[in-house]
């Protein structure tokens, strides 16, 4: 599994992760949990579906 997202993708991730999460939260809404997906691809680096696409953010991976 090699990483196929730079250092701003992986940004705008957990950025984005946190915000459906809290408003998970605020909603009582269990589609927070969703949240948890861009945090973990921006963790590891990795994106299954940039993967099928054959897309790469990063500049030297």
């Known amino acids: ?3 196929n997202m730079g250092q701003v ?3 705008i991730r957990v950025v984005l992760g946190i915000i459906i999460i809290v ?3 605020v909603y009582q809404n ?3 949990a969703a949240g948890l997906i861009p945090l973990i691809t921006a963790g590891i ?3 299954p579906l940039y993967k099928i696409l054959g897309i790469k953010t990063c500049s030297n991976c």
């Open 1 to 3: 599994m090699n990483k």
């Open 9 to 11: 993708d992986r940004v």
């Open 23 to 25: 408003l998970g939260v």
């Open 30 to 32: 269990w589609l927070g």
């Open 45 to 47: 680096g990795f994106c």
